[in-house]
């Protein structure tokens, strides 16, 4: 089944009851028994609840995985990730990724004893050399927030499996539109739905898809003993937003291709990250992993000064100046004081998120009227 279709029919039936199409809300926290301990198969909705269960195998379906598993956000997607492990174990992290990746690592997990190394991993076998005995996992963002370093998903998952470490993958960016880490390799994707595979932000909503038995059953029982669950109107949205990934997709990957071209050409630009460019890091990567390019951008200015960026952050009509990304609307942010904050400004600068540093979330709107939004506020 081609991925379209599934995206539309992937974990849905009508509703037996009354025929609906659409997969009923069931808004409720509880169920009624027969007879002690006999049951439909629900019994409390922190457990399971039958709006979730649809969206979970539309989630494995559309990542090609066995299981999938929802959680109330993003980060609590990766908390119940982190949960996998115990005090001592190690976890090597690439060094471009989500603010709000790094403050769980460093400010939640390392004081339960887990160690991070967060290191550039463009060239994949630079993992290598940072393994111990004490390695359990491998995570990585590919493209990166905020920079779209392309990372080597088989490469990685080649390495991991030769030392038998979990390797996990942010498929957040690029969705299941642009590319499928378990069919690389990768043990676990993650995704924060908010972005892409809801579409239309108005939800907040995590998911973990993978293919082991033994570690589906790990994920599901941390699911369900922390409670970190999202709601039956949350997963509805999200299985809303699925059915037209593939249209928007398209039309964010056309989008972003014709905002990127504009901006390298702009004489006020300076440097323009996008992963579909030629001469991008590991565009021959991106090539082979990824079906399209995507609509995240950043780039800088020439005048180099926050102020210049800020000018720009808020001279743009169209695109709104907001966090998060993925969704229908063109959004335009500031990484090192909003999604990055949390990153000490050092480690920020280092790896290149420096202060000047615009991302814009490519919507699909006309682009003709987003470049010339752009253009007003470049100036």
Same mark, same amino acid.
């Given at each position: 089944?081609?991925?379209?279709?599934?995206?539309?029919?992937? &974990?849905?039936?009508?509703?037996?009851?009354?025929?609906?199409?659409?997969?009923?809300?069931?808004?409720?926290?509880?169920?009624?028994?027969?007879?002690? +301990?006999?049951?439909?198969?629900?019994?409390?909705?922190?457990?399971?609840?039958?709006?979730?269960?649809?969206?979970?195998?539309?989630?494995?379906?559309?990542?090609?995985?066995?299981?999938?598993?929802?959680?109330?956000?993003?980060?609590?997607?990766?908390?119940?990730?982190?949960?996998?492990?115990?005090? &001592?174990?190690?976890?090597?992290?690439?060094?471009?990724?989500?603010? +709000?990746?790094?403050?769980?690592?460093? /400010?939640?997990?390392?004081?339960?004893?887990?160690?991070?190394?967060?290191?550039?991993?463009?060239?994949?076998?630079?993992?290598?050399?940072?393994?111990?005995?004490?390695?359990?996992?491998?995570?990585?963002?590919?493209?990166?927030?905020?920079?779209?370093?392309?990372?080597?998903?088989?490469?990685?998952?080649?390495?991991?499996?030769?030392?038998?470490?979990?390797?996990?993958?942010?498929?957040?960016?690029?969705?299941?539109?642009?590319?499928?880490?378990?069919?690389?390799?990768?043990?676990?994707?993650?995704?924060?739905?908010?972005?892409?595979?809801? &579409?239309?932000?108005?939800?907040?909503?995590?998911?973990?898809?993978?293919?082991? $038995?033994?570690?589906?059953?790990?994920?599901?029982?941390?699911?369900?003993?922390?409670?970190?669950?999202?709601?039956?109107?949350?997963?509805?949205?999200?299985?809303?937003?699925? /059915?037209?990934?593939?249209?928007?997709?398209?039309?964010?990957?056309?989008? &972003?291709?014709?905002?990127?071209?504009?901006?390298?050409?702009?004489?006020?630009?300076?440097?323009?990250?996008?992963?579909?460019?030629? $001469?991008?890091?590991?565009?021959?990567?991106? /090539?082979?992993?990824? /079906?399209?390019?995507?609509?995240?951008?950043?780039?800088?200015?020439?005048?180099?000064?926050?102020?210049?960026?800020?000018?720009?952050?808020?001279?743009?009509?169209?695109?709104?100046?907001?966090?998060?990304?993925?969704?229908?609307?063109?959004?335009?942010?500031?990484?090192?004081?909003?999604?990055?904050?949390?990153?000490?400004?050092?480690?920020?600068?280092?790896?290149?998120?420096?202060?000047?540093?615009?991302?814009?979330?490519?919507?699909?709107?006309?682009?003709?009227?987003?470049?010339?939004?752009?253009?007003?506020?470049? +100036?």
């Amino acid at each position: 089944m081609k991925l379209g279709t599934k995206l539309i029919h992937a &974990g849905v039936s009508p509703d037996p009851s009354t025929g609906a199409i659409m997969t009923p809300i069931f808004q409720t926290s509880t169920y009624v028994q027969s007879a002690p +301990g006999q049951h439909k198969g629900y019994e409390y909705a922190r457990t399971q609840n039958p709006t979730r269960d649809a969206l979970q195998s539309a989630l494995a379906a559309i990542e090609n995985g066995k299981y999938g598993i929802s959680f109330g956000s993003g980060l609590a997607a990766t908390d119940a990730i982190m949960k996998l492990l115990n005090p &001592g174990d190690e976890v090597i992290a690439s060094n471009d990724l989500y603010g +709000g990746t790094y403050r769980i690592f460093t /400010k939640v997990f390392e004081r339960y004893g887990i160690k991070f190394q967060f290191i550039g991993m463009q060239e994949a076998e630079n993992i290598r050399s940072y393994i111990t005995p004490k390695t359990k996992l491998i995570w990585i963002e590919t493209p990166t927030n905020p920079l779209l370093n392309i990372i080597d998903i088989a490469a990685s998952a080649k390495i991991a499996q030769e030392h038998n470490i979990l390797l996990c993958v942010d498929n957040t960016f690029a969705s299941p539109y642009l590319q499928n880490p378990l069919d690389l390799g990768a043990h676990i994707v993650v995704h924060s739905a908010t972005k892409y595979l809801g &579409g239309h932000s108005d939800v907040v909503h995590g998911a973990v898809i993978v293919k082991d $038995d033994a570690l589906a059953q790990q994920l599901y029982f941390i699911q369900n003993s922390c409670g970190a669950v999202p709601g039956p109107q949350d997963c509805f949205l999200v299985l809303r937003g699925l /059915k037209t990934l593939h249209v928007r997709m398209q039309r964010h990957c056309e989008n &972003g291709a014709a905002v990127a071209q504009f901006l390298r050409q702009h004489p006020k630009v300076d440097k323009v990250y996008w992963c579909g460019f030629e $001469d991008h890091p590991n565009h021959h990567i991106a /090539k082979q992993q990824m /079906k399209s390019f995507g609509g995240m951008i950043s780039f800088t200015l020439k005048d180099d000064s926050q102020e210049a960026a800020f000018k720009v952050l808020s001279g743009t009509h169209l695109f709104s100046l907001a966090e998060s990304l993925g969704g229908v609307e063109s959004l335009i942010g500031h990484p090192a004081s909003m999604t990055h904050a949390s990153i000490p400004r050092e480690d920020r600068v280092a790896n290149g998120l420096v202060d000047s540093l615009i991302r814009l979330s490519v919507g699909i709107e006309d682009v003709e009227d987003l470049i010339a939004d752009l253009q007003k506020a470049i +100036g």
